[in-house]
């Protein structure tokens, strides 16, 4: 039974996921951008049977940064701080020139790393490590559509 392991209720406890730290920690491939990814999850039962879990993300944190570490854009969603709704920043490495815009958060639904991958590759050019890239994205976006509990 998945509700214990190693003596913690996993039902109870937010897990967290993560490539952040000093660059060039996340190079993109074929790219001098700089990924950082964070995520907080729960694992969480489906159904009243036993056997069925999912992960159920609690918050997330998607940031890209240039070559000389200007961030450029990021997608966040972190309830209860506000503000709880998902959102994301363009600054300083996006070029924007309005001040307003880089100071904002702007409302943008939910975001799965999945479709952050797929802007990459489309928007910058980042050259993904496997040639059914495209195939492996789309699988695991319906996926995560197909079970997500909100968004």
Not at 44 to 52: F, G, K, M, N, R
Not at 115 to 134: A, G, I, R, Y
Request: hydrophobic share 35%; charged share 20%; net charge negative.
């Amino acid at each position: 039974m998945l509700g214990y392991f190693g003596g913690v209720n996993v039902r109870e406890k937010t897990h967290h996921l993560s490539f952040v730290g000093k660059p060039p920690l996340a190079q993109l491939s074929g790219t001098e951008l700089f990924l950082f990814f964070s995520q907080n999850y729960r694992i969480v039962q489906c159904s009243h049977d036993d056997q069925a879990w999912k992960v159920s993300t609690t918050s997330y944190f998607y940031r890209l940064d240039d070559e000389e570490g200007n961030e450029i854009l990021s997608y966040h969603w972190h309830p209860p701080s506000a503000p709880a709704y998902p959102h994301l920043h363009l600054k300083r490495g996006s070029l924007v020139g309005r001040a307003e815009l880089q100071k904002t958060h702007m409302p943008t639904g939910r975001v799965a790393v999945e479709s952050v991958v797929e802007f990459l590759v489309e928007t910058f050019n980042v050259v993904p490590l496997k040639e059914d890239w495209e195939h492996i994205v789309l699988r695991n976006l319906r996926q995560f559509e197909a079970n997500r509990s909100w968004g």
